[in-house]
């Protein structure tokens, strides 16, 4: 166990729709990185948060964002959901957010269908 | 946006044999070097890393090999075990502030009883 929790586990929703992912990062960890992984595009990252501000960004598409709250956990918000845009998705967490000298720790990953 | 390349995309190899999984970069300026290993289901899990300062590091089975003239850093796993069958990727990083950590395209490695 990573000590990341993600919820839900499973997701099903129809296309144009919106969903929230949830992730509760490691104790401790001040920042958090959310990652999609699907077949044909590998494991890409979306964003990083540390301690609440946004600190890098990947390709993340304009109809999704996320968010850092206080108590540290994050969301990632996916609208005007597309089939395409079912995959996996992954939070990881770390202590300061270099990952040089630390270890980036996983959740198990929200699996998102869109029918 | 750093390019790295793995290869070879799967791996079947026989227990007890040697895998042997290749990453390719660009940024010439990462400094930290490390393989991810996913299984099924799970997400992935930090498995060994290494620095530029070193060639050579090894824990346990596991060995990263680290060329800095080619570019490339390699995986090598000894004694292959069946639990060892999952998914590898690299993802070489430079520590400069925040930066993306970007993985590789990922290796599927399948070790045969």
């Known amino acids: 166990d990573s000590g990341v929790t993600q919820t839900p586990k499973h997701l099903i929703t129809a296309t144009g729709q919106r969903v929230t992912l949830r992730c509760s990062p490691r104790?401790?960890?001040?920042?958090v990185y959310w990652y999609q992984q699907s077949l044909d595009q590998g494991l890409q990252f979306l964003i990083q948060y540390y301690n609440g501000e946004e600190r890098a960004k990947g390709n993340i598409l304009e109809r999704f964002s996320a968010q850092q709250f206080p108590d540290l956990h994050s969301e990632l918000n996916l609208s005007s959901l597309e089939l395409g845009d079912s995959a996996l998705y992954f939070c990881?967490?770390?202590?300061?957010?270099?990952?040089?000298?630390?270890?980036?720790?996983f959740g198990s990953g929200t699996q998102l269908s869109v029918l | 946006q750093q390019q790295v390349k793995q290869s070879p995309q799967s791996l079947i190899v026989q227990k007890g044999g040697i895998s042997i999984i290749n990453c390719a970069y660009e940024?010439?300026?990462?400094?930290?070097f490390p393989w991810y290993q996913q299984f099924p289901g799970k997400g992935p899990a930090l498995l060994i890393a290494i620095r530029p300062d070193v060639s050579e590091k090894k824990e346990g089975r596991f060995t990263i090999s680290f060329n800095k003239s080619a570019k490339q850093f390699s995986l090598h796993i000894m004694d292959s075990q069946p639990g060892d069958s999952a998914t590898y990727f690299c993802?070489?990083?430079?520590?400069?502030?925040?930066?993306?950590?970007?993985f590789g395209t990922g290796t599927r490695l399948l070790v045969s009883p």
């Open positions: 940024n010439t300026a990462f400094d930290y």
């Open positions: 104790s401790g960890d001040l920042s």
């Open positions: 990881a967490s770390s202590v300061s957010g270099q990952p040089t000298n630390e270890k980036l720790f």
């Open positions: 993802a070489p990083y430079l520590n400069t502030g925040f930066q993306k950590l970007v």
